[in-house]
């Protein structure tokens, strides 16, 4: 099998290799599985060393091209510019063409090839994962992501197919925790090769699988599967932008990382923490719409979109409820506060999140957090290696971060100002132009963040909305009271110095007392905790071992009663399949009639949808209910289309007067400045064709005067060349002409001496013919004297036999008749005449009119007419032209011929 395997290799036949590996697993599937195992690995060898092979031997093509190059200085050899006329390709690619991609295509082949060969299949289950292994490494080492997508397809059909048809032989056992490793480690390296090919949709399919793989073994991975998981899912989340959720992915990453990975340091800790407070500061403050106005359809299908995404990061949701009341901005943020997080992050994150959540600058804001900025390191911190994740960039948040500045900003500006100009709002943002600020205002005002409104005309922007809104003044009372205690604290700082020394004495002593008291509760309980976290793991590992009994058992169990519940399925299959025939026969006939209806209404122009009647499953349906249905379903399709062709007319009416209203006296304007703006530029580029053609003409004419002094030599010179080059093409045309009356002379000679030739083959051929038919006509003549003295032969033996047969009948009949003597008339009889000859036999048949008409003829046949040969005179002629030696030589041979052929009567042609 392994030099089967090799020729198929050597002569790149997939197919063959195939075929003939199915056929060797048929073989020793039951035996030695083993020997399968080594097989397909030797396979997998041989291919990837030829790929590898090939990829070098083109590098070394293409250095060897590049040394073989005479001359380093051209940019380009005459056989690449000729290439490159009719191709893109360069010489690396077309060697790569010629060499590598036929392998590559042969290793490609050979990893679907073998990934059929062994999907579900439970004892190649290693082997299986082992390739699908190789195949993803293939992918990202040569970024081939065509071929990374086809193969999670083919993953993603090999499991649906293994969950659809359960009852195949030697289907892997889902319930074995080997078998369950095998499919979450693929699923985890496919995630991986996903983020390194940078696909990211592809990816998020892959995270899809594995939450819906875990559904399907009911088993969660292990935390370090799930910190992978966690990590892949904020990169996938930050490409979408999908900032709420990559928060949320950091946050499970953290809290993960935290309680299950005991070897992170401090600063892991730090950077990670501070990550997730970033990432959940830069979620924008508002929903990101296309429009101000959003469709109920919009809802729908973003509350569907926000469980799907809650559910992949664990948060199992009602569907009923808002998932944006339980997973929001604010409630992640008060989720960090409360657990402690920022007594993590490092400086720069804690003042991010005072500033953007907890101080109110209004002019000031974005000048504050430009400073903030400013002290971030730029560059990505490395982590240790025990962390899930290599490196954080703290870059990526500050995009994020300076459209939250602004947006905070106009924010608190709206609650204290209501007019701003935009010179001044330009200033107050230093790190972003205008236009960009003016983009996030409109973001912002479309996700209800903030009421603004851009007044261009007269330059200013103006703040709009409900000044008295309850949580506006609740907080102002609040940071009023707060300023107001503290300008107490500072205008009376020595009210009771007596009293607050006491009572801090007090506090001290009482504080200096139970320090040692909650050290060692805090000792105790530290302990206990790792008792339970013990206790808790030996109760786990004990369930795990029941579980695993009674799995055991159950499928005992299951067996014993699967051969019973077989037959029972089978009776009651064809019982039910019986039933559904009666209903399906029924359903086709209503069917049929509803379709009839349909072409109907098609014809006469009314139902071009078509009739929407939902069936549901095992319910029992006539033709008179799918009528009235199929009307009533069109009835309501008519009142929809037209109450919606109504509201839509309407509101194009509308939108399209108010937008012309509005964009008159913008064009107007706008015309006016384009015309002013058209006339000053004709001016000035006149001005500036006039001095360029005056410049232009002085310096000509300065050109002029210095080089009329050089007329003179210059015509001398002109008429010396002039007279040299006519003297010489003199000598060449002279030369010329020599040569071609000689090739003239040659060329006449040859013609010439082919016609020579040609006439005496044509006399020689002439002759050959002649001779031909005189001995036809001999061997003619032959045998026909042959046939005549036959015939007068038989006519003999026939008279003799006649005269015996008369003799004999006059001697019988004496008596009753007169003898009758039978004699010939001396003219001849017709057929007994003696000198007569018979007119079948005469002079036609031994004179032979015919030799006789050819002999008196002068055999017409051959015989050419004067002058000319009907078969060779138009190739003579043809051939001679108008040579008279050849017309006389002719006529001289006609009349030679003529005479010969009278004289013999035959061959008339000589």
């Not at 193969?151 to 659809?164: Q, W």
Request: charged share 35%; aromatic share 6%.
């Amino acid at each position: 099998m392994f030099k089967y395997v090799e020729l198929c290799i050597q002569l790149k036949k997939g197919r063959l290799a195939k075929d003939g590996l199915i056929q060797y697993r048929i073989v020793c599937q039951q035996v030695n599985v083993n020997s399968l195992e080594e097989v397909i690995k030797h396979f997998l060898k041989l291919a990837t060393e030829k790929a590898e092979q090939a990829q070098a031997q083109a590098a070394a093509s293409a250095k060897a091209s590049t040394l073989e190059i005479d001359d380093l200085e051209a940019e380009n050899t005459p056989e690449n510019l000729m290439l490159k006329s009719v191709s893109v390709e360069n010489d690396k690619d077309r060697a790569d063409r010629e060499l590598v991609t036929p392998w590559f295509k042969f290793l490609w082949e050979t990893y679907r090839s073998i990934l059929e060969i062994l999907r579900n299949n439970n004892k190649l289950e290693a082997l299986y994962a082992m390739t699908a292994h190789r195949a993803f490494q293939f992918c990202v080492t040569y970024k081939r992501t065509t071929e990374f997508r086809r193969l999670c397809e083919i993953l993603r059909n090999h499991l649906a197919n293994l969950m659809k048809y359960r009852d195949q032989r030697d289907r892997p056992d889902m319930t074995l925790p080997e078998t369950q490793n095998f499919y979450l480690e693929t699923r985890f390296e496919q995630l991986k090769a996903a983020a390194d090919l940078e696909l990211w949709q592809e990816a998020f399919r892959t995270i899809e699988d594995i939450h819906g793989l875990t559904i399907i073994l009911n088993k969660s991975p292990n935390p370090r599967m799930m910190a992978s998981y966690f990590s892949k899912l904020t990169k996938v989340f930050w490409v979408s932008e999908n900032y709420l959720y990559h928060a949320y992915a950091w946050y499970k990453l953290f809290n993960l990382s935290k309680t299950y990975n005991r070897n992170l340091t401090a600063e892991d800790l730090k950077a990670m923490a501070s990550a997730v407070l970033l990432s959940a500061v830069a979620i924008p403050p508002y929903e990101s719409r296309t429009s101000a106005s959003v469709s109920n359809l919009e809802l729908e299908f973003a509350k569907e979109r926000d469980v799907r995404m809650a559910t992949l990061l664990g948060y199992n949701l009602d569907p009923k409820r808002d998932p944006r009341e339980v997973l929001s901005r604010k409630a992640l943020l008060k989720e960090l506060v409360s657990k402690g997080i920022l007594s993590l992050v490092s400086i720069e994150a804690r003042q991010c999140y005072a500033l953007f959540e907890k101080e109110f600058h209004p002019l000031d804001l974005c000048k504050h957090a430009q400073k903030v900025f400013s002290s971030f390191n730029l560059e990505a911190v490395v982590l240790s290696a025990s962390s899930p994740i290599p490196t954080i960039a703290f870059d990526q948040f500050l995009p994020r971060m300076r459209s939250l500045a602004v947006v905070r900003m106009l924010q608190q500006s709206s609650q204290v100002y209501q007019t701003m100009k935009l010179e001044t709002l330009q200033q107050m943002v230093p790190f972003l132009e205008f236009s960009q600020v003016e983009r996030i205002l409109v973001d912002a005002t479309k996700g209800g963040a903030v009421a603004v409104r851009l007044d261009h005309q007269n330059k200013c922007v103006r703040f709009e909305g409900d000044e008295l809104e309850s949580d506006s003044i609740k907080n102002h009372l609040v940071l009023m009271a707060q300023k107001l205690r503290k300008g107490i604290k500072m205008m009376y700082p020595d009210a009771t110095p007596a009293a607050a020394s006491l009572a801090s004495k007090s506090n001290t002593a009482d504080l200096l007392s139970k320090i040692e008291v909650e050290h060692k509760l805090a000792l105790a309980r530290k302990v206990i905790i790792e008792r339970r976290k013990e206790e808790q793991e030996r109760v786990l590992q004990e369930h795990e071992k029941e579980l695993e009994e009674a799995r055991v058992a159950l499928q005992r169990k299951n067996e014993a009663a699967e051969a019973k519940r077989l037959e029972e399925e089978r009776r009651s299959r064809e019982e039910k399949r019986i039933l559904q025939e009666m209903e399906e026969k029924e359903k086709q006939e209503a069917l049929a009639l509803i379709a009839e209806a349909e072409k109907r209404n098609k014809a006469l122009g009314k139902g071009k949808k078509g009739l929407k009647i939902k069936l549901e499953e095992g319910q029992k349906i006539d033709k008179r209910s799918l009528m009235e249905d199929a009307i009533k379903e069109q009835i309501k399709e008519r009142q929809d289309m037209e109450r919606k062709l109504n509201r839509l007319a309407k509101k194009m009416d509308h939108l399209e007067r108010a937008k012309r209203e509005e964009e008159v006296p913008l064009i107007e304007a706008a015309y006016k400045v384009k015309m002013a703006e058209d006339e000053q530029h004709h001016k000035e580029m006149q001005q500036q064709n006039a001095e360029k053609h005056r410049q232009s003409w002085e310096v000509n004419v300065e050109e002029k005067k210095r080089l009329s002094k050089m007329a003179s030599e210059k015509d001398s010179f002109a008429a010396a060349i002039v007279t040299r080059r006519s003297e010489e093409f003199e000598a060449l045309r002279i030369e010329r002409e020599e040569r071609i009356n000689e090739l003239r002379s040659l060329r006449r000679a040859e013609r010439e001496l082919a016609r020579r030739r040609a006439y005496v083959r044509k006399l020689q051929q002439i002759e050959e013919e002649a001779r031909a038919e005189a001995e036809a006509a001999e061997r003619e003549r032959k045998e026909e004297e042959a046939r005549a003295r036959r015939e007068e032969e038989r006519r003999a033996s026939e008279q003799n036999d006649r005269r015996g047969d008369g003799e004999s009948e006059q001697r019988r009949d004496t008596g009753r008749y007169e003898p009758r003597r039978y004699e010939p008339s001396r003219g001849g009889d017709s057929r007994y005449g003696g000198d007569s000859r018979d007119s079948r036999y005469g002079d036609s048949r031994y004179g032979d009119s015919r030799y006789g008409e050819r002999d008196r003829g002068g055999g017409s046949r051959f015989e050419p007419s004067r002058g000319s040969d009907s078969r060779y005179d138009s190739r003579d002629s043809r051939d001679r032209g108008s040579d008279s030696r050849y017309e006389r030589r002719d006529d001289r041979g006609s009349s030679r011929d003529d005479s010969r052929g009278g004289s013999r009567g035959g061959g008339s042609r000589w």
